[in-house]
């Protein structure tokens, strides 16, 4: 069974987004381990003077590293993600390095009709910036728009074509996720090639 680790990408306290990791969590759990990693509660990224890295982002960088895959969910705000979650990734991409070459999975719910196309293309182009380096994996937009109205009073996704696209697609990460296991051959030098941007930035 693959353990992932789910980041929640705001700091709202009655996120839906949170909800449907929670769900996620329940709904396939007979299938893998998801834990479910909440970005808030890390200091505002100003590259700091001492170069050091916030405990918390070290402690969330170690999990990512355990794990065998991530899942970002992420809401809309003005076409682009959550301050909260950038701010997160800055951090996970100074100095330590967890999303690399990392099986990356993106979902997001929101109160619009369109879901969160443009914060997953958004999260996309951060993703695959040499900082963080990871492997997104492709064609696999996951929607929930009308949030208000998607989930039962357990908190369970109420549309069967919603959870069938759910289905399909997480059975698509875990193969996804095996094939990137092989995929080791560039591991080396990728890492090698983000330490000399940590360098650079250091320097």
């Known amino acids: 069974m693959n353990k992932y680790i789910a980041l929640v990408g705001t700091n709202t306290k009655q996120s839906t987004n949170r909800q449907l990791l929670q769900f996620m969590k329940r709904h396939f759990d007979q299938k893998a381990a998801i834990e479910i990693i909440e970005v808030s509660g890390l200091p505002m990224f100003n590259k700091p003077a ?3 890295v916030p ?19 992420t809401p809309e705000y003005d076409h682009a993600v959550p301050a909260v979650l950038m701010n997160a990734l800055e951090w996970l991409s100074y100095g330590i390095h967890p999303f690399l070459d990392k099986p990356v999975m993106i979902i997001g719910a929101s109160f619009g009709a369109l879901g969160t196309s443009r914060a997953q293309a958004h999260l996309r182009q951060m993703l695959d910036s040499p900082e963080l380096g990871a492997r997104i994996m492709p064609s696999s937009e996951y929607l929930v728009g009308n949030v208000l109205s998607a989930f039962d009073d357990q908190g369970n996704l109420t549309d069967k074509e919603k959870i069938d696209q759910l289905d399909a697609l997480f059975t698509d990460f875990e193969k996804f996720v095996k094939i990137s296991k092989e995929l080791w051959h560039t591991t080396d030098v990728n890492r090698v090639a983000i330490k000399k941007l940590d360098h650079e930035d250091f320097g």
């Open 50 to 52: 001492n170069r050091e």
């Open 55 to 73: 405990q918390r982002a070290k402690d969330i960088a170690k999990k990512i590293d355990a794990s065998d895959g991530v899942i970002i969910a």
